[in-house]
């Protein structure tokens, strides 16, 4: 056997240890003729080189939908097999494919945290809860300069700024 003086491992021909050995030295020597990408192994720049030809040799046999790398296959077949290897760590959901556990994430990034003290409705941003707040109060701070009209939020008080103008967005 061939042993690697670095970490030990044994291989049963010097071209393996050889290039194991690259693993270590990050030495890649083997370079993609369409986007100059390095690989230590020449087996690792064969598979990449697969994105370039659009060569799909792993097709999956319940759906057949097909992939260039066995290890999207393996991934893929998880859904047919109901795994779900994606935990949400919030709220203990799991899922079966990463894109959806992001989805799922940004959920939780969107919930409404801000809750009204008066009648505890939530939302998500604390602006928000303050202008609803407005409601329980009866004020509303945001006065036109032209008629002296309130409003409680900004954007009534643009809307209402325009019949001074005769500004038209819409039409």
């Known amino acids: 056997p ?6 030990g491992k044994c291989f049963s021909h010097p071209s393996y240890l050889k290039a194991h050995q690259r693993t270590h030295t990050e030495e890649k020597t083997h370079i993609c003729s369409e986007c100059k990408k390095a690989f230590g ?24 939908k097909s992939f260039s790398r066995s290890s999207s296959l393996l991934h893929h077949q998880r859904i047919h097999r109901g795994e779900k290897m994606y935990k ?13 556990i992001k989805y799922h994430r940004q959920e939780h990034a969107r919930e409404k945290k801000y809750r009204c003290s008066e009648c505890g ?7 928000k809860l ?28 643009s809307a209402h700024q325009r019949i001074h103008t ?3 967005p819409y039409t």
């Open 166 to 168: 005769d500004e038209r």
């Open 130 to 157: 303050r202008t609803h707040q407005f409601i329980h109060t009866g004020e509303k701070p945001y006065r036109c300069s032209e008629c002296g009209k309130s409003f409680k939020v900004p954007a009534y008080l």
């Open 41 to 64: 192994c020449l087996s690792h720049l064969k598979v990449h080189q697969r994105i370039h030809t659009g060569e799909k040799r792993y097709i999956c046999n319940e759906c057949g």
């Open 88 to 100: 949400c760590f919030k709220c203990g959901i799991s899922f079966s494919d990463l894109i959806t």
């Open 121 to 127: 409705k939530s939302f998500d941003q604390s602006s």
């Open 2 to 7: 061939y042993r690697c003086s670095e970490c």
